[in-house]
């Protein structure tokens, strides 16, 4: 192989033409932008058997089968002998008799209703509502949350009463009352 | 090094700003001593001073419980620095010398202190005075001077403090209404 023919286009390599020839088809011309191809082929998808999906429908078909199987023998009224101590064992809330019938063929009842519990739970009323929120505000407040909020509220209700009481003597509700202490040191 | 020390130079107006501001709030503080030998005439006292921790503690006990007018109580005092109050009882008219509470006033006629309202009342010689001190736009403190025959209350706020809100809370959540009545029987025994 003629390396200069290769890189410079310089001298013959009878090899390398005749690789150009054959792929001329190809060569790039600056004039004209590449052709599409005439025909374009779309191959058929190949339609594949996904083992993988069949087995996990059959497991959980089969799953189905086997939970409703349980839930069927473990209903009582499938079985005589163990209906009768379901009755016999339920009988302050079923009150539906059980008489041999004429029948030899057992008689295929409706599921029975499994007793309801009830839990009573007694109104809040609004004095137990109180009662339940102002022990929630002591239970959080430290002794020393406790004395500070105190001696706050304490000095805040002396201010907001000596307040009130000018308010309502600008406004002209001249009350019979005045401003003495309330809690003593 | 520069950068730090340019810094630090920048920082001292502020700090002085800062200072001063606190110094001139501090001003809003009266003076009680003189009234300490009030607490063996009266029949019932109340002394309360709250500032520092002791407030900040209040102040979170205020969020912390769960009420409207908690959040209120917390909303009007939020700026609250310091709160001082005495209040006296008497058995008797003139059992105290009505000289000591002018004294109080006498330190509200200083600069700074503008009168909000007075309140003059020939029953029981009554007598409320509310005073405010501002700096700038800011309250940063609050006076209110009740006297009468048998009772004398003084109430020494350092912080703003919304007062048209206290003035309602008034009776509410744990804020007693103490309307104690001039000639009622609901005086309790002192402790």
């Known amino acids: ?185 | 090094m520069r950068n730090v020390i340019r810094y630090s130079l920048k920082l001292i107006p502020l700090l002085l700003f800062a200072l001063a501001l606190s110094t001139k709030a501090q001003d809003a503080r009266l003076h009680f001593e003189h009234l300490t030998g009030l607490e063996t005439k009266a029949r019932d006292v109340v002394e309360v001073n709250i500032d520092g921790k002791v407030l900040d503690l209040a102040k979170r006990v205020l969020v912390k419980v769960n009420d409207p007018d908690a959040k209120k109580v917390g909303q009007a005092i939020a700026g609250l620095q310091a709160i001082y109050v005495r209040a006296y009882t008497f058995e008797n008219a003139g059992e105290y010398n009505p000289g000591d509470i002018d004294q109080i006033r006498a330190q509200l006629q200083g600069p700074g202190w503008q009168r909000l309202a007075n309140v003059r009342s020939k029953k029981d010689n009554q007598k409320i005075d509310v005073y405010t001190m501002f700096t700038g736009d800011t309250m940063s403190g609050v006076a209110v001077i009740m006297s009468q025959d048998k009772a004398v209350a003084l109430v020494n706020v350092i912080g703003p403090i919304d007062i048209d809100l206290l003035a309602e809370l008034g009776g509410k959540l744990n804020i007693p209404e103490m309307d104690i009545d001039t000639g009622g029987s609901k005086d309790k025994p002192k402790n």
């Open chain 1, 1 to 185: 192989m003629n390396d200069e023919y290769l890189w410079n286009k310089t001298g013959t390599d009878s090899e390398i033409e005749g690789l150009e020839n054959e792929l001329k088809a190809f060569r790039f011309s600056a004039d004209q932008p590449p052709a599409l191809p005439a025909r374009i082929e779309v191959l058929p998808e190949k339609r594949t058997f996904n083992f993988f999906k069949l087995g996990f429908a059959v497991a959980f078909a089969a799953a189905v089968v086997v939970a409703m199987t349980l839930i069927w023998l473990r209903t009582p009224v499938n079985h005589p002998e163990k209906r009768s101590e379901f009755v016999k064992s339920n009988s302050e809330n079923v009150a539906v008799p059980i008489s041999p019938g004429p029948f030899s063929t057992p008689i295929m009842d409706p599921p029975m209703p499994k007793p309801k519990v009830i839990n009573f739970k007694p109104p809040t009323t609004n004095a137990t509502r109180a009662v339940k929120i102002t022990a929630k505000k002591e239970e959080k407040l430290t002794p020393e949350e406790k004395h500070a909020y105190d001696q706050l509220m304490t000095a805040l209700a002396i201010t907001s009463n000596e307040l009130k009481l000018v308010k309502d003597k600008i406004n002209g509700r001249d009350v019979e009352r005045t401003a003495a202490p309330d809690r003593q040191k």
